[in-house]
């Protein structure tokens, strides 16, 4: 359920007003990019405009960067959304996330900065490109580039020299691992974080990610708690407990104990923050583990919630908790967008969270209130041997879900007799039902486990979605693909009574469910209802050569991927995402209507950005996969 602190509200109300100007949802400005979504509200929207419905057709690649030389792994998927400020890209790159500058027009690498985490980098949770870098300025000269590295260092560089800035933490470094207010082993605890941090009121924020739940080793683990650093010199200002602390709100939360042991409730994708109101907006993840709650019984506050902080002190403003004692791993995956919209002829300074299970949640971001009614709906309980089970879980009335959620029968692919035949072979034995129907466990009785809809990425997940504040439409990247999930005693692998496996969940290879399996979105937000949805990509090229699926007639289908989404002042520009075809499209933002269907060297792995440097507009992103060199394309008009 939400909860908010009067008080706080009250003061954010009188110093602020709720007729504030929208610049928190702005996107982009200046022709520059300065945030990992184009500004500090997460829009992923630029008002420029050189590129538009009459020439997207013609863009071509200006320029292109590989991270050939950037460690190993040169290969491995880059997810980086680089930075544009005063003529530079800042961006991370390889396997150890160095830090490269390279120039806006060329391409040209200006500096490079790694840093050799040695014995302790064995442990780092995600060692790959990451998301990105934050930028930060006191505009008389200090001008720096913020790094998390894959185990769990806060680097502050020179943006001009990339050299660190001595005079933050130590010698430019803070140890991320110390601080968190539970006994960390530096060397051996899996902890670290593939996003940047959030940078406003000279406050970083800074978030965590840990090992992938499925089967963890432990119900112990280390807590994902978020913290507040001086942006000068990188003293820690405050921390939030995601798992509170005995005496703090929500420890009622966790029954048997389970507040003290209990890891994970981290904050993995990047934050957003409002600049005006001096809120930061965290979507936390679920606790240790993602599918078996038995070890830690209750609602588990602040896991699976949206929670707004006052960035200056820590302080919880207010929370909602979207899924209560998440047994999933429906974590919150995506940035929060805030969004000032007009609903009923009232404005609302809101904040609109994304999910894996499909749903948009909007919410007052000044209050917490919703702005369409939340129904708490009873849900199914399991009969898994010591789970605890919410016994209802929040829907939202409006806007509707975005893709499948649960599963049925009529769900199943028909293109053939044959093929349904099969598909319904796959199902029998497994557990389907509504969203929220409850893990099973693996038997020798031909019980197979549970075929959960949407899977445990999604929905959406980071790539999450784009929003332009000059209409008040969301659009929003999702797939649809089951996850066939069952339970089984922990045994020897760990100390958890149960631990999750992965089912296989396809027919001759092709998802379970009908087409299409990839989509993008369009919701009106003043209104909740969705304007028009597209499949993210025709079919792909092993599917029209499919031997079984000779004879049909195969539409735009889609792929299980999710696009990355940029909104223009002209255009939705999005590519198929990682895994699918190397497309890149120019979307119709009104009908969804695709103008361009462009080229491009591989899967787009990055979410695109825009700017504008020397009176030429830029889109650039990340492409790679297939075996091929993970490298950043800049395209432009000739």
Known sequence: MGSFTKSAVLGLVLAVGLAAPAVAQQGATDGEWRYYGGGPGGTSYSPLDQIDATNVGDLEIAWTWAARNQGPRPEAKNSSTPLMVDGVLFMTAGSRRNVVALDAGTGEMLWMW?????????SAPRPNSGRGVAYWSDGQGDDRVYVITPAYHLVALNAHTGREVESFGTNGVVDLRLGLDRPVNLIEDVIGSSSPPVIARDVIVVGAALAVGTAPPSRTNVPGHVRGFDVRTGERKWIFHTIPQEGEF?????????????????????????????????????PTGDYYGGHRPGNNLFSSSLVALNIETGERIWHFQLVHHDIWDYDVPTAPILTDITVNGRDIQAVAQITKQSFVYVFDRVTGEPVWPIEERPVPAGDVPGEWYAPTQPFPTKPAPFDRQGLTIDDLIDFTPELRAQAEEVVAGMTIGPLYTPQTVLDTEGKRGTLMTPGSTGGANWEGGAFDPETGVLYVASKSDPAGLSLREGAERSDMNYVAGFTGARVAGLPVVKPPWGRITAIDLNTGDHIWMRANGDASARVKNHPALDGVEIGRWGKATRAGILVTKTLVLAGEGYGGDPHFYGYDKATGEIIADLEIPASQTSLPMTYMHEGKQYVVFTVGGGGQVAQLIAMALP
């Open 114 to 122: 790694r840093m050799d985490e040695g014995e302790r980098a064995r």
């Open 250 to 286: 929500g420890h009622d939360t966790w029954l048997d104990g389970s507040a003290e042991y209990t890891g994970n409730a981290a904050v993995w994708p990047p934050f957003t923050a409002d600049e005006e109101l001096g809120i930061v907006y965290l979507p936390v993840e679920d």
